[in-house]
């Protein structure tokens, strides 16, 4: 049986450019056609792709999304200046970079010492309910309410226990309650509206849930914003001037005896509640 000549001297003609090459460097193409090496292409991998899935519709437990509370944030080292704007009732409070807006209402805890003679139970307006309330009640008397602003919002700390729940999962942990309201006599807050939120940072967080809450439960109450302090600081670009948030001015509800700045180390400032 004959064989076939090595080709060593033969020339053959590319179907693409129609130039002959030596029959030895010639190689055929996927779609038939025998071509020079170097006018090789492979396949277009577009030709043929690869089969996909389509993305599933929905996460088996897909769960809706929520806006957490806002956190307390540190406040620099002794953050609180009694008689802000010349009132005798100022407090500015240096809080830089806070971005709280006029209206919001800012929660003080962690405060170290006295400032101006404004005591640290003032600054944190802290007291007790003085007897238990139910959770539709309009009118809730405190320990001691001769530093709550006349209006404004109170949080009632409250630690559920088992006979607050049948989910033993819940038991030991937080549903503060916020509370709004619009008048104060001595030591009795009227016209309460129960289960609701205080703004901050010009957003109100989701509503808190009415309840019941037991004798000598810690209330607490909050610091409605009233002027920001803001300063003017050169830029090397447009607009030629950046605005700087420094902190916000608040009113107390008694005066202070003197102008100080004080306040202490790592003070916090934030929401009247950061509990769900």
């Not at 049986?1 to 029959?23: E, N, T």
């Not at 008397?141 to 209006?151: A, K, N, R, V």
């Amino acid at each position: 049986m004959s064989v076939f000549s090595q080709g060593k001297y033969a020339l053959a003609i590319s179907d693409r450019s129609g130039m002959a090459f030596p029959y030895n460097e010639m190689v055929r193409e996927w779609n038939g056609a025998l071509v020079h090496m170097s006018e090789y292409e492979p396949k277009q991998p577009q030709l043929e792709p690869k089969p996909t899935n389509a993305d599933p519709q929905a996460l088996k437990r897909a769960r809706p999304a929520r806006t957490e509370f806002a956190t307390e944030d540190f406040l620099p080292e002794n953050p609180f200046t009694t008689g802000a704007g010349g009132s005798l009732l100022g407090l500015k409070i240096d809080f830089p970079n806070g971005n709280l807006q006029v209206n919001d209402f800012v929660r003080l805890r962690n405060v170290k010492a006295p400032v101006g003679g404004v005591a640290v139970s003032t600054l944190q307006m802290s007291t007790t309910l003085n007897g238990a309330i139910t959770d539709s009640a309009t009118t809730i008397d405190l320990t001691d309410g001769s530093e709550f602003p006349t209006t404004g919002f109170i949080v009632i700390e409250k630690v559920l226990t088992a006979s607050d729940t049948s989910d033993p999962l819940l038991v030991g942990t937080f549903q503060n309650e916020v509370i709004e309201y619009t008048g104060r006599s001595s030591n009795q807050l009227t016209g309460c509206t129960r289960g609701t939120s205080a703004p901050y940072r010009g957003v109100s967080p989701q509503k808190t849930i009415a309840g019941s809450h037991v004798n000598g439960a810690k209330v607490f109450g909050s610091y409605k914003v009233v002027s920001l302090n803001e300063t003017s600081v050169p830029s090397t670009g447009q607009p030629s001037t950046t605005t700087q948030f420094d902190g916000v001015d608040v009113t107390l509800t008694n005066a202070f005896s003197s102008v100080e700045t004080g306040g202490g180390f790592q003070c916090t400032i934030g929401p009247i509640n950061d509990r769900g």
